[in-house]
């Protein structure tokens, strides 16, 4: 990062140094192919994917930043990030089914994920699947989850497991 700034530094001194003419000179406008591949990487960004998948599926009941992150974290580690607790982990630490977090302090900001998730109905193909909290306030658990397995599937439920809407993927 710092060798960045400098260089970023660097540049911006020996353009301010340089006649504006003669800088304008150096500036290039990108061709065709390098607009179609910015224009490609930005229409499969986790942001742009997700943000439409919620509008057009989940009538935008899912906080997108979150699932953003979520998504973005199970792509680079196939972990959830580091706030979800598993209910073992969660009991350990004091909680049992139906205290909200907020009322522990060591699960404070955190949420249930990590689970195993039965697909007892088979609403969902064969598999090993887990499950996330999705948009937890740290009071009573909405019906929002994320369930996902290793594959790279993953399905959001908005309903508590009656209808489920496969997550695109995106970068």
């Known amino acids: 990062m710092q060798t960045a700034l400098y260089f970023s530094r660097l540049f911006i001194g020996v353009v301010a140094s340089v006649s504006a003419s003669s800088a304008l000179a150096f500036a290039k406008a990108p061709t065709q192919q390098e607009r179609e591949i910015l224009s490609k990487q930005a229409s499969h960004s986790c942001e742009v994917v997700l943000d439409k998948f919620n509008r057009e599926q989940l009538d935008n009941k899912i906080d997108v930043n979150q699932l953003v992150g979520i998504i973005r974290s199970l792509n680079t580690t196939q972990q959830l990030p580091s706030y979800f607790v598993t209910k073992r982990e969660a009991s350990a630490l004091g909680w049992s089914a139906g205290v909200p977090f907020n009322r522990i302090p060591e699960l404070k900001g955190k949420s249930i994920g990590g689970d195993r998730f039965g697909n007892y109905e088979n609403r969902l193909p064969k ?45």
């Open 127 to 171: 598999g090993q699947w887990k499950e996330a909290d999705l948009d937890y306030r740290g009071n009573k658990r909405n019906a929002k989850r994320l369930v996902f397995n290793t594959q790279q599937e993953r399905y959001i439920t908005i309903d508590h497991y009656e209808h489920f809407s496969r997550v695109p993927s995106c970068e």
